[in-house]
């Protein structure tokens, strides 16, 4: 992407509608995001594209074994997937779906122009077809002869008529595109890859399917109506058809886009099918095409079939929105593959944001109320902190560039930089000593510079955490907008004066694991999940059945005190306790133990409590925690601590 446009077409890839949306989805929404919200706020006309891809025999495989047509399945599906962008308050332009009318009548129109560009011939396809990756491979390519070497899913034998288009034809053309836009693909190790599989020569590509129905028809001119298009000529060509292709083209001078974000897995239809298709189209090339990482759980792969997805709102539920966006775009470099874990994200919530920034505003807020009645001046900042504006812009220049470079990881680290040199500011120079000591212009100018580095901040930390930035804004009396950016970032000037207004603290440290480790059967996977395809467990196991340390810390085991027991009406099994575990109030647990124990027995003694449990509802109320016990053949014994313990002190 480079500063120099006036418009940005950013795009995520439309996602399936056989798997509900899962973390991997999010991050690729977020940085898509993320980048649309920079644009505009930098003054480009921007348009930000995402929605669902429908076609193809995957979702109509999907759809059948629920006893749902394919379109009843794929509005229900796509739904979720608005539905969750509009909750995450994704600022997109357009949500496509592949099943529009405008959408099909495009990818028609193109196909005509395909065919009067000579690029399309029909003959027949004899190969294998991988139907989870719906991509088709050659006998060499296959794993044992068999499987698909993407998914390792087995493949199935295809002979059958077939249109084509002529990839080989572009074989050079592709190459002399790669050599010439040094970041046409982004990272840029990822472009030697797709030169190396380019260099190693392109077959014909077959571009029609006949053996299922779920597609977009070929065009009436072609007077074959037993084909459709094969599913990633139809999906790629969303990003022209968004904007009106072979329609009404008004918005068709956002073409070519500035950066079409995807994950790694699918970097060869977006790096080598796609500007071929261009090309045979007459159209100019995107800008970028930036293939991000794989986000793992202990190592793996997530999959809805391995029973380890991540749920985003989940995450976003229990941890912010906000400070979840953050630590996606933070935690790993773009383009490598990270492993979700809990510990990380909290780390990231409590150190970068609570310690670095949130303390930082703080610092301020009460500085000035203490020093300055909230009112701060910057009028003396460059006489006396030179250095560490020369240092703070030094950081703020390197910015744009790495973001657009997609570096977001290096973008979040330089701009940590003057917060680093704020806080360091602040235990240098002491502003309370100099309030003190006869030195207070020093020390008020001092206020200025941590006022002024808070404001450049919040302004380019506003596309990652948008709302955040905006109460930060807030507390120092300024609006984030262009006019902001202008100023503090494009031409490094100061803000004067500022008005602090004392704010709630944003970032509360957060102790706890706030999340089960994943929820194989949660409710979300349920409601498209009737019947499990397979069972869920198995993949998501540890390696060889062992667990790091952290994830046992993970879980968070606390000594009780039973403070209230008593029978739950109607139940045999349940009681009902309330048990103090050094909180606020007792945490009310239900715990099936009444054959063994009555309540008498149980209150005033001690009881080892799993603390971190999502709560859950049993027989209509709230329990919130589970009691350790040990049950054979000789009936449930309760795991106490050996003497007492104050209650709340953890076990570990
Ligand atoms: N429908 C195609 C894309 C067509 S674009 C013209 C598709 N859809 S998908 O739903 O299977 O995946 C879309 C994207 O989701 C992947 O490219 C990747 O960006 C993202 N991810 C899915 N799982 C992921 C992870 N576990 N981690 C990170 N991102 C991954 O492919």
Redesign the pocket.
């Known amino acids: 992407m480079s500063e120099q446009c006036h418009k940005a077409y950013i795009t995520t ?4 509608v056989n ?1 509900i949306p ?4 999010a ?2 929404t977020i940085i898509a995001d993320t980048l649309a919200i920079y644009s505009r706020m930098a003054g480009l006309e921007t348009f930000f594209l995402t929605g669902t ?1 429908e076609h193809g025999q995957k979702i109509e495989e999907a759809a059948k074994k629920r006893g749902k047509s394919p379109q009843e399945y794929a509005d229900e599906i796509s739904g979720r997937f608005k539905a969750l962008w509009d909750e995450f308050g994704i600022t997109y332009d357009k949500f496509i779906r592949t099943t529009d009318p405008e959408h099909k009548k495009g990818v028609q129109a193109a196909f005509l122009k395909m065919v009067e560009k000579g690029d399309i011939y029909k003959d027949v396809y004899r190969g294998h077809y991988c139907i989870s990756c719906e991509a088709f491979f050659t006998e060499t390519q296959l794993v044992d002869g068999e499987f698909c070497p993407e998914c390792g899913k087995p493949t199935s034998v295809v002979e059958e008529e077939s249109y084509f288009f002529r990839l080989s034809k572009y074989q050079e053309p592709l190459l002399q595109w790669y050599r010439e836009h040094e970041k046409c693909i982004l990272p840029k190790t990822r472009r030697n890859e797709v030169m190396r599989f380019v260099e190693g020569g392109l077959e014909d590509l077959s571009i029609t399917r006949t053996s299922f129905d779920w597609g977009v028809k070929l065009p009436e001119e072609m007077n074959d109506p037993k084909h459709v298009m094969y599913v990633w000529l139809d ?2 060509m ?1 990003y022209l058809t968004a904007l009106g292709y072979g329609g009404d083209e008004k918005l068709m001078d956002f073409w070519p886009a500035r950066v079409h974000l ?2 790694k ?2 970097l060869r239809f977006h790096a080598v099918y796609w500007p071929a298709f261009l090309m045979s189209l007459d159209l100019p090339l995107p800008h970028h095409v930036a293939a ?1 990482g ?2 793992t759980r202990n190592g793996e ?2 999959s809805k079939s391995k029973g380890n997805v991540i749920n985003p709102k989940e995450v976003a539920d229990a941890y912010g929105l906000e400070n979840f966006r953050y630590f996606m775009l933070r935690e790993v470099p773009f383009g490598g593959d990270g492993d979700f874990s809990q510990k990380a994200l909290i780390d990231r919530i409590n150190s970068d944001l609570g310690n670095d920034l949130g303390n930082l505003l703080n610092r301020l807020i009460g500085m000035s109320g203490k020093y300055s009645a909230g009112k701060i001046s910057s009028e003396k900042v460059e006489e006396h902190y030179t250095e560490e504006l020369a240092e703070v812009h030094a950081s703020m220049e390197k910015l744009e560039p790495l973001l657009f470079d997609m570096q977001l990881h290096r973008y979040l680290e330089e701009l940590w930089k003057p917060l680093s040199i704020a806080n360091k500011a602040i235990d240098t120079y002491q502003p309370w000593v100099m309030m003190k000591d006869g030195r207070e212009e020093q020390a008020l100018a001092l206020l200025g510079l941590i006022a002024n580095i808070l404001a450049k901040v919040a302004v380019m930390l506003h596309p990652v955490m948008p709302r955040t930035t905006e109460k930060i804004a807030k507390a120092l009396g300024f609006e984030i907008d262009n006019a902001a950016y202008v100023k503090l970032v494009k031409e490094g000037a100061l803000l004067d004066p500022f008005t602090i207004e004392k704010i709630p603290p944003l970032f509360p440290r957060i102790e706890e694991v706030r999340m089960q480790e994943f929820t194989p059967g949660a409710p979300e996977a349920e409601a498209t999940e009737n019947k499990p395809e397979k069972k869920k467990e198995k993949a998501s196991e540890p390696v060889e059945g062992l667990i790091t340390i952290d994830q046992f810390f993970e879980t968070q085991l606390k000594v009780g005190t039973i403070v209230e027991a008593e029978e739950v009406p109607k139940s045999k099994k349940l009681l009902l306790l309330q048990v103090d575990l050094g909180e606020e109030k007792p945490r009310q647990i239900i715990a099936g133990i009444k054959e063994w124990y009555g309540p008498t027995d149980l209150v005033d003694t001690q009881v080892c409590v799993v603390a971190n449990l999502k709560p859950a509802k049993l027989m209509g109320m709230l329990s919130e925690g589970m009691i350790l016990a040990a049950k054979d053949e000789d009936g449930l014994a309760l795991i106490r601590p050996e003497k007492p313990k104050k209650a709340g002190t953890p076990i570990g």
């Open positions: 890839p439309i996602y399936y798997d899962h973390i991997g989805h991050y690729t891809d999906a790629l969303n995807i994950g897995d699918i991000h794989w986000w792969k997530m």
